[in-house]
């Protein structure tokens, strides 16, 4: 019967240093890529697994995050936090980091049940996701002194989300809306509507400033292209005809959620349209969205957390941008 590999034998095998060996599952990042290449492809033919009690008892380290699952928003585009998650929980363990996802009733909650598993040493840091107007999560975790990183800037807590004292990533949704407004224009559309849920500070706003500012800079009347509906299916049929009736050829939506609801209207009429987020639901209907880069975004998150754990000072914060994707034509003629 084979032995069960240790870190001795498989340094010896390898002719490297136990140290090396040490270093390519705790800190990837200091081991030379082709030694690092070695040494992990010996730890996968070899099945070599560290004694995670006794590595946490050395390093007191858990090499374990935790994340809050949110509750679904916005129907169909609830799926940007699945993948969110799927990839983080993807880059995490190939730093040989597990990941523990739980829910929580609010944010109170979720604050007090990272503490309790920090404190009992269960998991070395947090990622928070689903920011919003005056979030008091981040003010929390940095009095409890929990290394984090949060997916979403700090909306309105200070007066430069840049100033901030903690690491954040977050998407650019303005210049999102911005690209599809102009794509938009270069089709040669003039009255572009825009379809939203409620316009408050935070994603909302954000990605509704995109539409006005381009809307603004290139001298086009905006009044009454703006419409603020629920998502469901009727009322945004109704917000979209009003858009439409009121000299419309195309809209931009906040999100694919709201984008599905005036497909059949814009449909019937010929309208333009453009959706945000890049959803699956997007993919199969052959819709323009605007996607999302939620892969990147789940990578530079944990290796911003990585950063932080390493290094309570380490502060970063990274816009990234997010790309339209064209699936219709966008002439002011009939596309449909």
Request: proline share 5%.
């Amino acid at each position: 019967m084979a032995h069960r590999p240790t870190l001795v034998s498989l340094a010896k095998d390898l002719g490297v240093s136990r140290q090396t060996v040490s270093n390519a599952i705790n800190r990837p990042e200091v081991v030379a890529p082709e030694t690092l290449e070695r040494v992990l492809a010996a730890i996968e033919q070899t099945n070599y697994r560290p004694m995670r009690a006794a590595r946490q008892l050395r390093t007191k380290n858990s090499r374990t995050i935790a994340v809050r699952i949110m509750p679904e928003y916005d129907g169909i585009s609830g799926h940007i936090l699945n993948h969110f998650n799927h990839q983080l929980a993807q880059t995490a363990g190939e730093f040989q980091y597990r990941m523990i996802t739980f829910v929580a009733r609010d944010n109170g909650d979720e604050v007090a049940s990272y503490a309790e598993m920090f404190n009992d040493g269960d998991i070395d840091g947090v990622i928070l996701s689903s920011t919003t107007l005056g979030d008091e999560r981040p003010a929390r975790l940095l009095e409890l002194g929990i290394p984090f990183v949060s997916f979403g800037r700090p909306w309105g807590t200070y007066d430069d989300g840049q100033q901030a004292p903690f690491s954040w990533v977050d998407v650019d949704c303005a210049a999102g809306t911005s690209e599809a407004t102009r794509a938009l224009m270069d089709a040669g559309h003039r009255r572009i509507g825009y379809l939203s849920w409620p316009i408050v500070p935070g994603i909302g706003k954000d990605r509704y400033e995109g539409w006005a500012a381009t809307m603004e800079d290139a001298g086009l009347d905006v009044s009454g292209l703006v419409e603020i509906s629920e998502d469901h299916a009727l009322g945004l049929a109704t917000s979209a005809r009003l858009l439409i009736d009121r000299g419309a050829t195309a809209i931009v939506c906040a999100s694919d959620s709201l984008a599905l609801g005036a497909l059949p209207v814009c449909q019937a009429s010929g309208a333009a349209l453009i959706g945000f987020d890049g959803t699956p639901v997007a993919r199969a209907l052959a819709m323009n969205s605007v996607e999302q880069p939620v892969g990147d975004v789940a990578i530079t998150a944990f290796h911003m957390l990585f950063d932080v754990m390493q290094d309570r000072t380490a502060v970063r914060h990274t816009l990234l941008t997010p790309q339209l994707v064209l699936r219709n034509r966008l002439d002011v003629e009939p596309v449909f």
